[in-house]
């Protein structure tokens, strides 16, 4: 378990409620250089039933005072929410890119505060020589790709809705603490929840497919402790589905923690 959070050194992270009467709570985790407002087109196709609760992590959105990002600050930060503010002090959880990171290390430190785990887009980058360079182009790249016309990303991404990148909070450091941290992210240590991973399949042109092999070894640590884990592939989806199928990726939620079969489209792996 986590140790408690000291307020004096780490404020609370910045929060929105939905459904407060609901009987579980779920809670959404947004990916890198976002914030809650992520998962605007997600929330309405959720049951009315889920009370949710939607942060921003530290160093985005409305928490970004809260510095310096790690994955590990952010599952602790994730942690006290659930406990303060969750129906019975757990939640299930919905992590997505950056966010499946978070959600997997909350599961394996923090065990009490999870009902159940959905993630998509987990990736680990090995380092290598290029490494160091690399916060420079995600840099980069999120203002290049603040210039392109959004009907035409929608064009080349099916549809998906993908909104500009706020550069107050893409900074050079934050691009260094997420992509290029002084300590890597690695494998978890397997964990007790019963775990849905979820890699996209669907590249071509513009490469946004998730890599299915790093989706298959996390299934497998996750199956140390819990046999239901599994992992799928959908070819029609790209990484960022949640703004491309808002209304699947809500039902792919549903089915999941209401332990009911999946929607069509999903391929085991």
Request: include cysteine; proline fraction near 9%.
């Amino acid at each position: 378990m986590s140790l408690p959070i000291d307020d004096a050194t780490h404020p609370k992270l910045h929060y929105t409620t939905y459904n407060q009467v609901g009987h579980a709570t779920v809670v959404l985790i947004h990916g890198a250089f976002a914030s809650g407002l992520n998962w605007d087109l997600v929330i309405p196709y959720l049951p009315s039933s889920y009370h949710l609760l939607v942060p921003d992590l530290p160093g985005h959105g409305k928490s970004q005072a809260i510095t310096p990002f790690s994955v590990d600050l952010s599952a602790r930060l994730i942690a006290d929410l659930i406990r303060t503010h969750a129906i019975n002090g757990s939640a299930h959880v919905i992590g997505h890119s950056l966010g499946a990171k978070i959600a997997i290390r909350l599961a394996s430190t923090d065990p009490d505060v999870i009902n159940s785990v959905f993630v998509s887009g987990f990736e680990i980058f090995p380092r290598t020589p290029l490494t160091p360079y690399v916060p420079y182009a995600a840099w980069t790249v999120s203002r290049v790709e603040n210039c392109l016309p959004r009907v035409l990303i929608r064009w080349a991404m099916d549809g998906t809705d993908l909104p500009r990148t706020d550069t107050n909070i893409c900074t050079l450091d934050l691009c260094r603490q997420i992509v290029s941290p002084e300590t890597p992210t690695q494998w978890p240590s397997p964990w007790r929840a019963r775990t849905l991973i979820v890699a996209a399949g669907k590249g071509g042109f513009i490469p946004t497919s998730d890599h299915p092999h790093d989706a298959v070894k996390l299934m497998q640590i996750g199956r140390e402790l819990n046999e239901e884990t599994v992992a799928y592939t959908h070819l029609s989806m790209r990484h960022p589905w949640n703004r491309q199928a808002p209304r699947l990726f809500a039902q792919t939620a549903e089915a999941w923690f209401g332990q009911k079969e999946l929607p069509e489209g999903f391929v085991k792996l």
